[in-house]
């Protein structure tokens, strides 16, 4: 018995914290999504699916060893890049946005794919170079993030491209960019923001932004997903209205509960208790991300562990921020818990790459 | 090989960054955690309002307001239910179809084709009842419920009207009802602890209110409390379940003290000629009869008219809305002459064998003005007794020449001239009964001799309404001893306002009533022939108001060619003698004659009252 688990430990790559944590936020995912469908059971089975695939694709994704995200990652790059500019040309419209790509069993929202991509290749792009980087690689890795970010703003997907722009811009601070660049580009940022703010924001995006700072203006209209999805956290309380309880949800008070402001659902019907077990638990992923950072065998891996668990971190990040009002709204996801395919698949292939990366040891650290 | 010492540094920055980043993120996150605890914990009841808010709505239900009784437990205003068809839109999706087939059975007219395709969208996107058609008869009833079955989505439902059964005799005293403005509706709903929102009709037409006499006076009792039924919706509006019902409470019945045959008399008594009668219970005050005339329909009034009825009635010459009898200003010309009598006794400035010569006229000594009796050549020698019997105004002129115009005025009050002497009468008017404060504040005057003179005779300024000439009968009947009036009987409230004049006494009293009932049973009496008209004694005194002053007979029959010149006829009577149960006071304008034209409308309404 005992050497059945050493040769499994020695031939398989697996991280139980991890694993153990993601399963149960995917089960948690799909008891809310129930609720938040409105007992649509199709829907429930649907994401079952995606979860158990998503938990099958991670554990495949993290058995390569990570010399082989390393060598290919340009190869990934080019093909997500590629499928990009597809999707600008063949992609399928929705509601003025395209977004998917469709692939008869399966529509693919192909800016997800790159938002992993692009991390892992800077990661390696960097893996040779000196550090802290100089100001040539700054400069090219820059361009290639700002055209990626920019190819998925116009699709249009805001969301997104944000979190692309902050993975690419997280994994060149993790690589030692001076704070002085940082500074200036800071400075350059806040003075540019009138300019934003009139060329490339849409106008529909601009009236978010102005009901964010006031949602009391209008409640019946722009104001409306703010105040209702207000009311359904206050309403929660400490301990929650009860599952499929939840008036705001139930009565279509709340928009997207599948989707976005599944949050909003679930601090609806469990109150302030549920949200903080959820926190808690997404709290642990991420300090296993830090832990698993810390102790990564090189340069590549650390960047990448890092630039993909500031993205886990950035995407609850703003969905949460999004539906307590803080920020205007953006379209963003729950990871791991909110309806979605490539969304929900995305993160199971970059917690796979996560654990591939703490899991390949080599018997001499770089 | 890579410098250990480079690596380690390396590994440090990246260590320093990463943490950088989850500081950074860490604080981030407890400030959400805090803006989370801030609404699910501090401001939990808002939130908690708002969401139930959100999902419920509720309705009123509006209450029925109370039926409105005679004396002898007879209805008089009534909530008559009529039937409406009314249709469910959650199931329908062409309405046009749905007409069309509905006209096969019941007919619609272009304007309520207009109204149902106006309602059906809103209706039918909030899931609320659609009303077709109002007011079906018992045809279109059995029409419809006998193919009912092609019809799932719809019913024959109830909404009532407010119907007077008598109304044209009670359009003044009883009134009439009408729309509530929104400023009144949220005064009603707050004293409730309603708020306006969205309501379930019990009437046809909306929510309605008092808008004259005891249907305004008596509003509160009448109409009831709204009751209140709350729905779950969704976020469109849309009724999901029912969760709560509190039902209405309807309004209280009134059982006024009006009498319906008493009414009926008085009213074709006058028989559209302007004027009014008032007639009351004298040991309680209560009034039985009521009537302005001419007078119009209540029941068109309140379920609507057309604007060129609206205007016939309100440009109407007679003044159809007029209240005459709580608001008409009438002298009371010489049926004040008891009052003045007592007066006279009670200040021993005459007693019942005190006699003056009137020759006709009197001469008032200050500027020799002449003021004259309606007898050319005068009474002669003549006693209190006689001059209330033959109605002398001279005798009223030297009597009243004697007061002081303030004593004359406190006495006077006392009979109910110039204050309001009506618990629950609409609007009433309290009448005139002048001071030398009110003449100079008017006409800019001082108060001569000759006004008071004037007003011994119920004469110049003094006027009253018919309603105060009926307590002023009454308080005669009962010696002073009287209740201000109600349209209600209420037998708790029996104690009597008593304001004895301390200083007439019982035979003073006694004698007035003699005195009264000479005016019709005494051969010399004005109103001698009432006499053959009923089958009882009745004590009165008649009137007669110049309305233009004339020298002579000649003079007058040259006015009374315009009508609206001619004398007003006044009487006030009481019976049956000695014990009277019932007061009246008659006012015809333009009816010239106190004792023949006002006087039977008196003994009529008398008549339906003691007889029966």
Same mark, same amino acid.
């Given at each position: 018995?005992?050497?059945?688990?050493?040769?499994?430990?020695?031939? $398989?790559?697996?991280?139980?914290?991890?694993?153990?944590?993601? /399963?149960?936020?995917?089960?948690?995912?799909?008891?809310?999504?129930?609720?938040?469908?409105?007992?649509?059971?199709?829907?429930?089975?649907?994401?079952?699916?995606?979860?158990?695939?998503?938990?099958?694709?991670?554990?495949?994704?993290?058995?390569?060893?990570?010399?082989?995200?390393?060598?290919?990652?340009?190869?990934?790059?080019?093909?997500?890049?590629?499928?990009?500019?597809?999707?600008?040309?063949?992609?399928?419209?929705?509601?003025?946005?395209?977004?998917?790509?469709?692939?008869?069993?399966?529509?693919?929202?192909?800016?997800?794919?790159?938002?992993?991509?692009?991390?892992?290749?800077?990661?390696?792009?960097?893996?040779?170079?000196?550090?802290?980087?100089?100001?040539?690689?700054?400069?090219?890795?820059?361009?290639? *993030?700002?055209?990626?970010?920019?190819?998925?703003?116009?699709?249009?997907?805001?969301?997104?491209?944000?979190?692309?722009?902050?993975?690419?811009?997280?994994?060149?601070?993790?690589?030692?960019?001076?704070?002085?660049?940082?500074?200036?580009?800071?400075?350059?940022?806040?003075?540019?923001?009138?300019?934003?703010?009139?060329?490339?924001?849409?106008?529909?995006?601009?009236?978010?932004?102005?009901?964010?700072?006031?949602?009391?203006?209008?409640?019946?209209?722009?104001?409306?997903?703010?105040?209702?999805?207000?009311?359904?956290?206050?309403?929660?309380?400490?301990?929650?209205?009860?599952?499929?309880?939840?008036?705001?949800?139930?009565?279509?008070?709340?928009?997207? /509960?599948?989707?976005?402001? $599944?949050?909003?659902? *679930?601090?609806?019907?469990?109150?302030?208790?549920?949200?903080?077990?959820?926190?808690?638990?997404?709290?642990?992923?991420?300090?296993?991300?830090?832990?698993?950072?810390?102790?990564?065998?090189?340069?590549?891996?650390?960047?990448?562990?890092?630039?993909?668990?500031?993205?886990?971190?950035?995407?609850?990040?703003?969905?949460?921020?999004?539906? $307590?009002? *803080?920020?205007?709204?953006?379209?963003?996801?729950?990871?791991?818990?909110?309806?979605?395919?490539?969304?929900?698949?995305?993160?199971?292939?970059?917690?796979?790459? $996560?654990?591939?990366?703490?899991?390949?040891?080599?018997?001499?650290?770089? | 090989?890579?410098?250990?010492?480079?690596?380690?540094?390396?590994?440090?920055?990246? #260590?320093?960054?990463?943490?950088?980043?989850?500081? #950074?993120?860490?604080?981030? +996150?407890?400030?959400?955690?805090?803006?989370? +605890?801030?609404?699910?914990?501090?401001?939990?009841?808002?939130?908690?309002?708002?969401?139930?808010?959100?999902?419920?709505?509720?309705?009123?239900?509006?209450?029925?307001?109370?039926?409105?009784?005679?004396?002898?437990?007879?209805?008089?205003?009534?909530?008559?239910?009529?039937?409406?068809?009314?249709?469910?839109?959650?199931?329908?999706?062409?309405?046009?179809?749905?007409?069309?087939?509905?006209?096969?059975?019941?007919?619609?007219?272009?304007?309520?084709?207009?109204?149902?395709?106006?309602?059906? &969208?809103?209706?039918?996107?909030?899931?609320?009842?659609?009303?077709?058609?109002?007011?079906?008869?018992?045809?279109?009833?059995?029409?419809?419920?006998?193919?009912?079955?092609?019809?799932?989505?719809?019913?024959?439902?109830?909404?009532?009207?407010?119907?007077?059964?008598?109304?044209?005799?009670?359009?003044?005293?009883?009134?009439?009802?009408?729309?509530?403005?929104?400023?009144?509706?949220?005064?009603?709903?707050?004293?409730?602890?309603?708020?306006?929102?969205?309501?379930? #009709?019990?009437?046809?037409?909306?929510?309605?209110?008092?808008?004259?006499?005891?249907?305004?006076?008596?509003?509160?009792?009448?109409?009831?409390?709204?009751?209140?039924?709350?729905?779950?919706?969704?976020?469109?509006?849309?009724?999901?379940?029912?969760?709560?019902?509190?039902?209405?409470?309807?309004?209280?019945?009134?059982?006024?003290?009006?009498?319906?045959?008493?009414?009926?008399?008085?009213?074709?008594?006058?028989?559209?000629?302007?004027?009014?009668?008032?007639?009351?219970?004298?040991?309680?005050?209560?009034?039985?009869?009521?009537?302005?005339?001419?007078?119009?329909?209540?029941?068109?009034?309140?379920?609507?008219?057309?604007?060129?009825?609206?205007?016939?009635?309100?440009?109407?010459?007679?003044?159809?809305?007029?209240?005459?009898?709580?608001?008409?200003?009438?002298? &009371?010309?010489?049926?004040?002459?008891?009052?003045?009598?007592?007066?006279?006794?009670?200040?021993?400035?005459?007693?019942?064998?005190?006699?003056?010569?009137?020759?006709?006229? #009197?001469?008032?000594?200050?500027?020799?003005?002449?003021?004259?009796?309606?007898?050319?050549?005068?009474?002669?020698?003549?006693?209190?007794?006689?001059?209330?019997?033959?109605?002398?105004?001279?005798?009223?002129?030297?009597?009243?020449?004697?007061?002081?115009?303030?004593?004359?005025?406190?006495?006077?009050?006392?009979?109910?001239?110039?204050?309001?002497?009506?618990?629950?009468?609409?609007?009433?008017?309290?009448?005139?009964?002048?001071?030398?404060?009110?003449?100079?504040?008017?006409?800019?005057?001082?108060?001569?001799?000759?006004?008071?003179?004037?007003?011994?005779?119920?004469?110049?300024?003094?006027?009253?309404?018919?309603?105060?000439?009926?307590?002023?009968?009454?308080?005669?009947?009962?010696?002073?001893?009287?209740?201000?009036?109600?349209?209600?009987?209420?037998?708790?409230?029996?104690?009597?306002?008593?304001?004895?004049?301390?200083?007439?006494?019982?035979?003073?009293?006694?004698?007035?009533?003699?005195?009264?009932?000479?005016?019709?049973?005494?051969?010399?009496?004005?109103?001698?022939?009432?006499?053959?008209?009923?089958?009882?004694?009745?004590?009165?005194?008649?009137?007669?108001?110049?309305?233009?002053?004339?020298?002579?007979?000649?003079?007058?029959?040259?006015?009374?060619?315009?009508?609206?010149?001619?004398?007003?006829?006044?009487?006030?009577?009481?019976?049956?003698?000695?014990?009277?149960?019932?007061?009246?006071?008659?006012?015809?304008?333009?009816?010239?004659?106190?004792?023949?034209?006002?006087?039977?409308?008196?003994?009529?309404?008398?008549?339906?009252?003691?007889?029966?």
């Amino acid at each position: 018995m005992n050497k059945l688990k050493l040769i499994i430990r020695n031939k $398989i790559y697996f991280d139980q914290y991890l694993f153990i944590s993601i /399963t149960l936020l995917s089960i948690m995912g799909l008891v809310f999504l129930y609720s938040a469908s409105q007992g649509n059971i199709e829907t429930t089975i649907k994401q079952s699916v995606f979860v158990i695939f998503g938990l099958v694709l991670m554990f495949l994704v993290s058995q390569p060893d990570p010399d082989f995200f390393k060598n290919n990652s340009l190869f990934f790059l080019i093909c997500s890049m590629i499928l990009i500019f597809l999707t600008l040309i063949f992609g399928k419209e929705v509601n003025g946005a395209k977004r998917w790509l469709d692939l008869g069993f399966f529509t693919l929202q192909t800016s997800e794919i790159i938002k992993i991509t692009l991390p892992v290749f800077l990661a390696a792009y960097l893996y040779d170079k000196s550090l802290p980087i100089n100001l040539l690689n700054t400069f090219v890795a820059l361009t290639l *993030i700002f055209t990626i970010v920019n190819l998925v703003r116009i699709q249009p997907d805001l969301g997104t491209s944000i979190v692309i722009l902050i993975a690419g811009l997280y994994i060149l601070f993790l690589a030692g960019l001076s704070w002085r660049f940082i500074g200036v580009s800071f400075g350059l940022f806040v003075l540019s923001l009138p300019l934003i703010w009139n060329n490339f924001l849409e106008p529909f995006q601009r009236q978010r932004i102005l009901t964010l700072l006031d949602p009391t203006s209008d409640p019946y209209g722009s104001g409306w997903n703010i105040t209702q999805s207000k009311i359904a956290i206050g309403s929660g309380g400490i301990q929650g209205k009860g599952y499929q309880m939840g008036s705001q949800a139930h009565l279509d008070f709340l928009p997207e /509960t599948e989707t976005d402001f $599944i949050f909003s659902v *679930i601090a609806e019907e469990f109150g302030f208790i549920g949200v903080c077990i959820l926190l808690a638990i997404f709290f642990f992923i991420l300090l296993r991300c830090l832990y698993l950072a810390l102790n990564a065998r090189d340069r590549f891996c650390r960047l990448t562990i890092g630039g993909l668990s500031l993205l886990f971190l950035s995407t609850i990040f703003i969905n949460l921020s999004m539906v $307590i009002g *803080i920020i205007p709204v953006v379209g963003m996801p729950l990871p791991f818990i909110s309806k979605g395919g490539s969304s929900l698949l995305s993160f199971y292939i970059s917690f796979g790459i $996560i654990i591939s990366m703490a899991t390949h040891k080599k018997l001499i650290q770089r | 090989m890579i410098n250990l010492n480079q690596r380690l540094s390396e590994k440090k920055n990246f #260590f320093n960054r990463l943490l950088f980043v989850y500081i #950074f993120f860490g604080i981030l +996150f407890l400030y959400l955690i805090y803006k989370t +605890f801030t609404l699910q914990v501090s401001s939990y009841s808002d939130y908690e309002l708002a969401s139930l808010e959100n999902k419920t709505r509720e309705f009123l239900i509006q209450p029925r307001r109370g039926i409105i009784y005679d004396r002898n437990g007879e209805i008089i205003v009534n909530n008559i239910p009529s039937y409406n068809l009314i249709a469910n839109p959650a199931g329908l999706d062409d309405i046009d179809s749905l007409i069309l087939d509905i006209q096969k059975i019941i007919e619609l007219s272009d304007s309520e084709i207009k109204t149902i395709n106006d309602n059906f &969208p809103s209706k039918k996107r909030l899931n609320r009842e659609l009303i077709l058609k109002k007011d079906l008869t018992p045809k279109e009833i059995a029409q419809f419920e006998v193919r009912s079955y092609k019809f799932p989505e719809l019913q024959i439902a109830v909404r009532y009207s407010r119907v007077n059964l008598f109304p044209y005799i009670f359009s003044h005293s009883i009134g009439y009802i009408g729309n509530l403005s929104e400023e009144e509706l949220e005064e009603i709903l707050i004293s409730q602890n309603q708020r306006p929102k969205e309501s379930i #009709f019990s009437y046809s037409n909306g929510f309605i209110t008092g808008k004259t006499g005891i249907e305004n006076v008596y509003d509160k009792k009448l109409r009831g409390k709204f009751g209140k039924k709350t729905y779950e919706v969704n976020a469109s509006g849309r009724i999901l379940k029912e969760i709560e019902t509190i039902p209405p409470i309807n309004g209280e019945d009134i059982f006024t003290s009006l009498d319906i045959k008493s009414q009926n008399v008085a009213f074709n008594q006058l028989d559209s000629r302007r004027g009014a009668v008032v007639a009351v219970k004298i040991d309680d005050g209560a009034i039985v009869t009521y009537v302005s005339s001419p007078s119009f329909s209540v029941n068109k009034i309140a379920n609507g008219l057309s604007k060129k009825e609206f205007n016939d009635l309100i440009l109407n010459e007679d003044k159809l809305f007029f209240d005459r009898a709580a608001q008409g200003r009438y002298s &009371p010309a010489s049926t004040i002459k008891p009052a003045i009598g007592l007066y006279g006794l009670k200040k021993k400035l005459i007693d019942w064998n005190f006699t003056i010569k009137d020759p006709g006229f #009197f001469v008032l000594p200050e500027d020799g003005r002449i003021y004259r009796g309606w007898k050319k050549g005068g009474h002669g020698e003549i006693n209190l007794q006689d001059a209330i019997i033959e109605s002398s105004n001279t005798f009223f002129f030297s009597l009243a020449y004697q007061t002081e115009i303030e004593d004359l005025r406190e006495h006077l009050s006392y009979f109910g001239f110039g204050k309001n002497i009506c618990k629950d009468c609409f609007m009433p008017d309290i009448g005139l009964l002048p001071s030398p404060e009110w003449k100079m504040n008017t006409h800019n005057f001082g108060w001569y001799k000759g006004d008071t003179v004037n007003m011994g005779v119920g004469q110049g300024y003094i006027n009253a309404t018919p309603l105060q000439l009926a307590y002023y009968s009454a308080f005669l009947a009962t010696k002073g001893r009287l209740n201000n009036f109600s349209f209600v009987q209420d037998s708790k409230d029996h104690k009597k306002d008593t304001f004895i004049s301390e200083n007439i006494n019982l035979n003073d009293w006694a004698k007035i009533h003699e005195s009264m009932v000479g005016v019709i049973e005494n051969p010399r009496g004005t109103a001698g022939r009432l006499r053959p008209l009923k089958d009882y004694i009745v004590a009165a005194k008649s009137g007669t108001v110049e309305l233009v002053s004339t020298e002579t007979k000649e003079d007058y029959q040259i006015i009374r060619e315009i009508e609206g010149q001619r004398d007003h006829a006044i009487i006030i009577a009481f019976g049956p003698m000695p014990n009277p149960e019932y007061a009246v006071s008659v006012v015809i304008e333009n009816g010239e004659s106190g004792g023949s034209v006002a006087g039977p409308v008196a003994i009529a309404v008398l008549n339906s009252l003691i007889k029966e």
